[in-house]
């Protein structure tokens, strides 16, 4: 939800627990789906690493494993 407030191409947040989906939107006026940066995002984290599930027209779906720490979702959202 931070990351939402600080950058204009994250629509919404939803999500129950820990699995989360983050919408890209061109800017949160339109609120119009941002394919191309979503897989942007997707494809960057993968070359670090990090397996992402992009869902929907312009959403990526964070379900991270059972065990997690609080260093881990840090090193993940930098």
């Not at 947040?13 to 339109?30: I, N, P, Q, W, Y």
């Amino acid at each position: 939800q931070k990351l939402a407030g600080k950058y204009d191409v994250i629509g919404n947040v939803r999500g129950l627990g820990m699995m989360l989906g983050v919408e890209f939107v061109t800017d949160k006026a339109s609120r119009k789906p941002n394919v191309t940066l979503r897989d942007q995002v997707e494809m960057a984290c993968f070359n670090r690493g990090l397996i992402i599930l992009g869902c929907g027209t312009s959403t990526i779906r964070w379900s991270p494993p059972l065990i997690l720490a609080k260093e881990h979702v840090d090193v993940a959202l930098e």
